[in-house]
């Protein structure tokens, strides 16, 4: 009867390691999402700086 709960805290502990483990995955792909668009966001905002700047010296 004691063989039973050691095999039990072994893979309810598996089982906690993998719920770790693709939790720290998720959360990597997540940051890298929000990199890539707050990149993306940066360079449309440098972009749009840019036309401006290049529309306002035209009119000038």
Do not use: H, P
């Not at 998720?26 to 890298?32: D, I, R, T």
């Not at 972009?47 to 700047?53: I, R």
């Amino acid at each position: 009867m004691g063989s039973r709960g050691v095999i039990t805290d072994k893979w309810s502990m598996r089982v906690l390691w993998a719920c770790a483990i693709g939790s720290a995955i998720s959360l990597y792909f997540v940051a890298a999402e929000r990199q890539a668009q707050n990149r993306e966001r940066m360079l449309a905002e440098s972009l749009k700086a840019m036309e401006e700047e290049s529309r306002n010296a035209a009119d000038a």
